[in-house]
């Protein structure tokens, strides 16, 4: 017998784990900067020696070494650099509008769900044999990728999930990825199965993973990566439209297992009252209906025994309701005391009615779903939708009209989501740094690093082949946080130079060499603890994978503008030497130094000493 399928994870799915993290991030920067404020201190002034020697370290000395002259270089040729950020801004705004987008990547759970959908009618026992076929087929083919197969064929006893005998499930539990032989990822291992089960016919196959069948026919009804929702009245209309949107779906790259919702097939008895016999023989209609629902059964009443209440139902003996020529063969009394047979004054057929009447919003609903492979969601219904425009025309009456719902239509709310969480983010970084700085220019100078950060991370997703999901998109929303340390750190050893009277080259000069180092620091801290998630191959490393990739690559790229492109900035935008403002940040930060006897003049300040 069938056996029940696997337990079905909470609802909230791939959202948990990016969830986790986002708080253990939040919890982690909370932890650390309260440990800065209070622990470290007292640790400094225990643990450190009364008399520091300075002395970089060998790389550091080989990175000033090379720095040095790219820094004179960018400084004589600032015009020249700028334009070639700008470029570089506009190359990765052409570079991002191709990378596609999807919900979230596609995770490895392990384990492989095949959804088979038979001819309506199909009986239980046809279901078990080929069931069995397939699992001993798919065992014979993968010894060394597949673990357990099991089926489960129409409901369970539990209807959680109601199906009819002809859909069922088959489960693949696979083998750790090291013993796999025919196969290196999943994906691959996906379409070799379908090859496999290909050449069996009478019945459709859709391959998936359990928990992602579960979350996407929760969420949209349809089991696929793409659903279209066909609304309309007409069941005839219906089923021929949905024809044409599977048709248009599977001539698209990139589809994969088109499936349209088998919603006919069911075999009816349909008997339809003769008016003209009935008024001939003096028969009511209503006493011939009341045949035919007895055929079922017709409830007649009630009965109550002490407090207890059953409905009396009157239904014919098994002999007249076999097939449709002993129902026919019923006999009536007329008025005159004449029998007459059901089939002289009814018509009786038997026809192909609906298996099953989807509703949703109160409208008759067909689905046509569709998995996606080798090519991302985003660009997938962006041609779907202007081929079915085209190619596919909808009755002006009945109401009929077109949704689009599985993995898509998770991606459209979480962008719309991200339509407002992005510009706050980015406002109240904008915000902290105005306050920070109390000037609107240097404000703008330290916030460049944000878009140029985004640079590196979509010449980082392009380069890995790996299209633009929510995923990623959290990425860029930490990246906006991490883009602006470096440049932070450069803009205020600038401003306290400038407070001291150097000339704004020398300043800008000095401030980059000396800071090279903390400004690496930075860049390698944020971007090395990524590493070994943007290089996981692991059960879940497809929906971090592209989270590490954005940060990495915009860290990389924002590291480049504090280094190259904002000394550039600075000089060509820079206040002039002796301005009010320049004057107020002396006043503020020089107030000891001009007020010590023999304090040292700023110009003859080392570096070491800046």
């Known amino acids: 017998m069938p056996r029940a399928g696997p337990n079905v994870r909470n609802s909230s799915g791939y959202s948990t784990s990016t969830g986790c993290r986002r708080v253990t991030v939040i919890f982690a920067l909370a932890g650390?900067?309260?440990?800065?404020?209070?622990?470290?201190?007292?640790?400094?002034?225990?643990?450190?020696?009364?008399?520091?020697?300075?002395?970089?370290?060998?790389?550091?000395?080989?990175?000033?070494?090379?720095?040095?002259?790219?820094?004179?270089?960018?400084?004589?040729?600032?015009?020249?650099?700028?334009?070639?950020?700008?470029?570089?801004?506009?190359?990765?705004?052409?570079?991002?509008?191709?990378?596609?987008?999807?919900?979230?990547?596609?995770?490895?759970?392990?384990?492989?769900?095949?959804?088979?959908?038979?001819?309506?009618?199909?009986?239980?026992?046809?279901?078990?044999?080929?069931?069995?076929?397939?699992?001993?087929?798919?065992?014979?083919?993968?010894?060394?990728?597949?673990?357990?197969?099991?089926?489960?064929?129409?409901?369970?006893?539990?209807?959680?999930?109601?199906?009819?005998?002809?859909?069922?499930?088959?489960?693949?539990?696979?083998?750790?990825?090291?013993?796999?032989?025919?196969?290196?990822?999943?994906?691959?291992?996906?379409?070799?199965?379908?090859?496999?089960?290909?050449?069996?016919?009478?019945?459709?196959?859709?391959?998936?993973?359990?928990?992602?069948?579960?979350?996407?026919?929760?969420?949209?009804?349809?089991?696929?990566?793409?659903?279209?929702?066909?609304?309309?009245?007409?069941?005839?209309?219906?089923?021929?439209?949905?024809?044409?949107?599977?048709?248009?779906?599977?001539?698209?790259?990139?589809?994969?297992?088109?499936?349209?919702?088998?919603?006919?097939?069911?075999?009816?008895?349909?008997?339809?009252?003769?008016?003209?016999?009935?008024?001939?023989?003096?028969?009511?209609?209503?006493?011939?209906?009341?045949?035919?629902?007895?055929?079922?059964?017709?409830?007649?009443?009630?009965?109550?025994?002490?407090?207890?209440?059953?409905?009396?139902?009157?239904?014919?003996?098994?002999?007249?309701?076999?097939?449709?020529?002993?129902?026919?063969?019923?006999?009536?009394?007329?008025?005159?005391?004449?029998?007459?047979?059901?089939?002289?004054?009814?018509?009786?057929?038997?026809?192909?009615?609906p298996s099953t009447i989807n509703r949703e919003w109160g409208q008759r609903r067909i689905t046509v779903s569709v998995n996606v492979r080798g090519r991302d969601v985003g660009s997938f219904v962006a041609e779907a939708r202007s081929k079915i425009d085209q190619q596919v025309t909808l009755p002006t009456e009945g109401r009929y009209r077109i949704e689009w719902g599985g993995q898509f239509e998770n991606m459209e709310r979480a962008r719309t989501r991200l339509i407002i969480v992005v510009p706050l983010v980015l406002l109240i970084i904008f915000s902290l740094l105005y306050v920070t700085y109390n000037r609107l220019l240097d404000a703008v100078r330290v916030f460049t690093g944000v878009p140029f950060a985004a640079v590196g991370g979509v010449l980082a997703l392009w380069v890995r082949d790996m299209p633009f999901s929510i995923s990623a998109a959290v990425g860029f929303i930490a990246l906006s946080g991490v883009a602006v340390l470096g440049d932070m750190v450069l803009v205020s050893s600038i401003r306290q130079l400038r407070a001291r009277g150097l000339g704004l080259e020398d300043a800008v000069r000095e401030s980059a060499m000396t800071r090279l180092r903390p400004v690496l620091m930075t860049a390698l801290v944020a971007s090395l603890g990524f590493v070994p998630m943007a290089l996981s191959s692991g059960m879940g490393a497809e929906v971090q994978r592209p989270l590490a990739t954005v940060v990495i690559g915009g860290v990389i790229s924002s590291t480049l503008l504090t280094l190259l492109v904002l000394p550039s900035l600075y000089l060509l935008f820079g206040s002039p030497v002796g301005s009010k403002e320049e004057e107020d940040q002396r006043d503020v930060e020089e107030p000891e130094a001009r007020r010590v006897p023999g304090a040292f003049p700023t110009s003859q300040l080392t570096e070491a000493q800046a």
């Not at 622990?39 to 020696?49: E, N, Q, R």
């Not at 197969?149 to 069922?168: K, Q």
């Not at 050449?199 to 990566?225: K, Y």
């Open 32 to 353: 650390s900067l309260v440990l800065s404020l209070t622990v470290m201190p007292v640790l400094a002034s225990l643990l450190l020696p009364r008399r520091i020697q300075e002395r970089d370290p060998f790389l550091v000395r080989c990175a000033r070494w090379l720095y040095a002259p790219v820094l004179r270089t960018v400084m004589r040729h600032k015009y020249a650099v700028v334009a070639l950020a700008v470029c570089a801004l506009a190359a990765a705004t052409i570079i991002a509008r191709g990378l596609g987008s999807e919900f979230v990547p596609r995770l490895s759970e392990g384990a492989i769900a095949i959804n088979i959908v038979r001819l309506a009618g199909t009986d239980l026992d046809e279901s078990i044999r080929y069931n069995t076929r397939m699992e001993q087929t798919i065992v014979a083919a993968f010894p060394d990728e597949v673990q357990h197969v099991w089926s489960r064929i129409g409901t369970a006893e539990v209807a959680t999930d109601p199906m009819g005998v002809e859909l069922s499930d088959i489960f693949l539990s696979l083998k750790p990825r090291e013993q796999w032989k025919r196969a290196e990822t999943q994906a691959q291992l996906t379409e070799i199965v379908q090859r496999e089960l290909r050449d069996m016919p009478g019945q459709r196959i859709a391959l998936t993973q359990p928990i992602e069948m579960r979350l996407n026919e929760m969420i949209s009804g349809a089991r696929g990566d793409l659903a279209v929702k066909l609304y309309g009245d007409d069941f005839d209309v219906l089923t021929q439209k949905a024809g044409e949107i599977g048709a248009v779906l599977g001539s698209i790259p990139g589809a994969s297992e088109m499936n349209t919702e088998q919603i006919t097939g069911q075999p009816v008895l349909q008997i339809r009252a003769d008016q003209g016999a009935l008024a001939r023989l003096g028969i009511p209609a209503k006493t011939v209906m009341d045949l035919v629902e007895s055929i079922g059964g017709k409830e007649l009443g009630d009965v109550f025994e002490g407090q207890l209440q059953f409905p009396l139902v009157a239904r014919l003996p098994d002999r007249y309701r076999q097939d449709a020529s002993a129902i026919g063969a019923i006999e009536l009394l007329t008025a005159s005391g004449q029998r007459v047979r059901l089939s002289s004054m009814a018509k009786i057929d038997e026809v192909e009615g």
